[in-house]
Structures are given as C-alpha cells and as structure tokens.
Nanobody
Framework: QVQLVESGGDSVQAGGSLRLSCKISGYSAVTWSVGWFRQAPGKEREGVAALYSASGTAPRYADSVTGRFTISHDNAEHTLYLQMNDLSPEDTGTYYC???????????????????WGQGTQVTVSS
C-alpha cells in the first residue's frame, strides 16, 4: 500500500520561504513520477512541480513558480521536498504530493494522471 504524508505547511508573510516534505512509503518500482500540486479555495487543483524519482531528467515546473520553487527527491529517505521562496498570496492553498508510475513527461503536471495522494498541508501567505 503506497502512502504519502506531507508536512511543512505554515502561515508566512509575502516574500518568505517554506519547505514542504512528503514521506513516501510502500512503492517498489525503480522509477516513479512524483509531484506537488496545490488547490486554492474555489479553484481547481494545479500542478506545481514534478520529477522522476530515479532519473537525472530535469524537473518540470509550472510557469507561475519557475525560479522560486525547487523540487527535489531523496531516494535514500524516500522523501519528496518542495522549497518555496519569495512566496506571494497567490501561492496560498493546500499542497498535495502525489505519485504514480509510467507517466509521460508531458503529463507530469496533470493531476488526473496520478494514482496516489497525500492528505495535503496548508500554506497561507499573507500580504
């Protein structure tokens, strides 16, 4: 049974930073697609950043976070991270990590392509 547990959400001022963590357990595949998604109240869930867990392929980022957010994966610790810098109120939302196998590069930021999800962690950015 694949399980994902996020942590690190908090309330911060605009311009601040946060690092989210996602502990993943129960998977046995060599390479998984792992990603971060977020959902603001009244809006659809959107892909933020994603990568292949055991590949040197560069991560994918949403245009809105490129240059501010960094996704990384610690294979030894089975943990996914999202370093978020220069946060703005538009970054407010519930952040979810997700994983699946066999995703194409073009599908890495599409939430419907992911099978396993965490419970989410809240990020609130005030101006």
């Amino acid at each position: 049974q694949v399980q994902l547990v996020e942590s690190g959400g908090d309330s911060v001022q605009a311009g601040g930073s946060l690092r989210l963590s996602c502990k993943i357990s129960g998977y046995s595949a060599v390479t998984w697609s792992v990603g971060w998604f977020r959902q603001a109240p009244g809006k659809e869930r959107e892909g933020v950043a994603a990568l292949y867990s055991a590949s040197g392929t560069a991560p994918r980022y949403a245009d809105s976070v490129t240059g501010r957010f960094t996704i990384s994966h610690d294979n030894a610790e089975h943990t996914l991270y999202l370093q978020m810098n220069d946060l703005s109120p538009e970054d407010t939302g519930t952040y979810y990590c997700a994983t699946n196998v066999g995703l194409r590069w073009d599908d890495l930021l599409i939430s419907s392509e992911y099978k396993y999800w965490g419970q989410g962690t809240q990020v609130t950015v005030s101006s």
